[in-house]
């Protein structure tokens, strides 16, 4: 890794292309257990069903929004979730992990206590130059990482 001095990112403004880009805004997720999901992400991180549907195809969806941040869950029990480790072994590529943004430590903190959220990387905080991460893993085995910028605002 080189050293960099840490510079503040613009505030968003419109692309060269005129889109006005400002974040990402949403992911779609295949999970083994709609339920289970909808229940995890609303206790660990305050996600709430915005809208549920059955697909096409028979499949169970729902919509989860916190702030935000938005996942598109879809229901597939009968699919093998491929860890980052398996894939790696067989040489395919995938999702390493995704990550949410928090403001306040202490709050996350609190709930990866009272939720008993096992912490991956060896259960300790990451410390960056300009932000702290935690990494866990969902129930399907989705991993997430956990970003709290420094002052809240991103910098590199």
């Not at 505030?11 to 909808?38: F, K």
């Not at 206790?43 to 916190?66: H, K, N, Y």
């Not at 869950?73 to 398996?86: G, I, M, P, R, T």
């Not at 009272?114 to 932000?131: C, D, F, H, K």
Request: charge should be negative.
């Amino acid at each position: 890794m080189t050293q960099s001095t840490a510079t503040q990112c613009p505030a968003p403004a419109a692309s060269d292309l005129g889109l006005g880009l400002r974040h990402l805004d949403h992911m779609n997720l295949s999970v083994s257990n709609l339920a289970e999901t909808i229940d995890w992400y609303a206790r660990v991180f305050g996600f709430e069903v915005v809208e549920r549907a059955i697909c096409d195809d028979g499949t169970p969806m729902a919509i989860l929004r916190s702030g935000e941040a938005m996942l598109c869950c879809y229901e597939h029990s009968d699919w093998k979730f491929v860890s980052n480790v398996e894939r790696r072994e067989r040489g395919i590529h995938g999702i390493n992990h995704f990550a949410l943004r928090i403001t306040d430590r202490a709050a996350f903190l609190a709930t990866v206590e009272r939720e008993q959220v096992a912490l991956t990387w060896g259960g300790a905080a990451i410390e960056y130059p300009n932000s702290t991460s935690w990494y866990v893993v969902d129930p399907t085995g989705y991993g997430i990482e956990i970003a709290l910028w420094n002052d809240d605002r991103v910098a590199f």
